[in-house]
């Protein structure tokens, strides 16, 4: 157990809506990251937040965006779904920059079609 | 783009033979991780190496690291079952984030 959790664990939507991503971190854990993950491939970086600012991007484009709160919460919101969006998405957090040791939640296993 | 590439894509032993997977990477780093992931799940966290270092334990895994050849090793000695997962390499670019390899698969049979 990382103490990292995410919802929903499964989720089905259709090409052009959107979806909201929940990651809940370890108390005092400053850093979230997410990521996506294809079937068979290694997790991509899409953004960070560091103290609810973002703080770093991957080759993802503006309709994924995110949000961090104080209380440890985040989200991972994508606009006009894709069905290459279909994948694994994983957060993790850090104590401090997301260059160092993370700890992962379970995953969103997010399908478009 | 991955940063980093696992050799072999898949790897199958049996119970108790050691497994050896390997990792390049393509520019300087701070330190290397090596995470584990079991059936399309979270990630797990095995051990970190820094730049300076060139080897690290920890329990049955042994971890190498040569910047000069950028490159890094996991060797997992007297598998077990329970190891089969796959197997990833990540490295931080000297950024403060994470890039990933494309993964190991390790099968051990019982």
């Known amino acids: 157990e990382t103490g990292v959790t995410q919802s929903p664990t499964h989720l089905i939507k259709t090409r052009g809506q959107q979806v909201t991503l929940r990651c809940s971190s370890q108390?005092?854990?400053?850093?979230v990251s997410w990521y996506q993950q294809a079937l068979g491939q290694g997790p991509q970086f899409i953004f960070q937040y560091y103290r609810e600012e973002e703080n770093g991007r991957g080759n993802f484009p503006p309709r994924f965006s995110g949000l961090q709160f104080p209380n440890y919460s985040s989200e991972l919101n994508v606009n006009a779904l894709e069905l290459d969006d279909s994948a694994l998405y994983l957060c993790?957090?850090?104590?401090?920059?997301?260059?160092?040791?993370?700890?992962f939640g379970p995953g969103t296993r997010l399908t478009v079609t | 783009s991955q940063q980093g590439e696992e050799d072999p894509q898949a790897l199958s032993i049996q119970e108790g033979e050691n497994a050896t997977m390997n990792c390049s990477y393509k520019t300087s780093i701070n330190n290397l991780q090596w995470y584990r992931q079991n059936s399309g799940r979270g990630l797990v966290h095995l051990i970190l190496i820094r730049s300076n270092e060139r080897e690290k334990h920890s329990g049955r895994l042994r971890v190498t690291l040569d910047t000069s050849k950028k490159s890094s090793s996991l060797l997992i000695t007297a598998s077990r079952a329970a190891d089969t997962a796959s197997y990833f390499c990540a490295t931080d670019a000297n950024t403060d984030k994470l890039i990933f390899g494309t993964g190991t698969r390790l099968q051990v049979f019982p």
């Open positions: 108390s005092g854990h400053n850093t």
């Open positions: 993790a957090s850090s104590i401090d920059r997301a260059s160092y040791e993370q700890y």
